[in-house]
């Protein structure tokens, strides 16, 4: 059974970093596209940042130049946020499949597997 588990959320200062981790058991199923999304009540889940098996890396304009993605292999990867913001609360999910597709790459619907999410709060 396929399971992804986000670890690392909490509570820190506005200006400080954060890394999120995400742990996944996907038996018998090969991934290539690896990423993160995130939600704050009352708005659209936001794709945020995504790495591909070739190492390239996408990131949404509201995080970009403050986040980094990386992974270590196929079930664990990582993102860093730095100089971090009120405005980055949120619930943060990781996700993943079996490859990226460009054209969506930060559609909702262009990833099978999410973890149930980590809980981000930025206090000013």
């Known amino acids: 059974q396929a399971q992804l588990v986000e670890s690392g959320g909490g509570s820190v200062q506005a200006g400080r970093s954060l890394t999120l981790s995400c742990a996944a058991r996907?038996?018998?199923?090969?991934?290539?596209?690896w990423g993160w999304f995130r939600q704050v009540p009352g708005r659209e889940r936001e794709g945020i940042a995504i790495i591909a098996n070739d190492g390239t890396t996408y990131y949404a304009d509201s995080v970009k130049g403050r986040a980094t993605i990386s992974k270590s292999n196929a079930l664990n990867w990582y993102l860093q946020m730095n100089t971090l913001e009120p405005g980055d609360t949120a619930m943060y999910y990781c996700?993943?499949?079996?490859?990226?597709?460009?054209?969506?790459?930060?559609?909702?619907?262009?990833?099978?597997?999410w973890g149930r999410g980590t809980q981000v709060t930025v206090s000013s």
């Open positions: 996907l038996p018998g199923y090969d991934v290539q596209c």
């Open positions: 996700v993943a499949d079996k490859r990226c597709f460009r054209p969506m790459i930060f559609a909702r619907g262009a990833y099978n597997f």
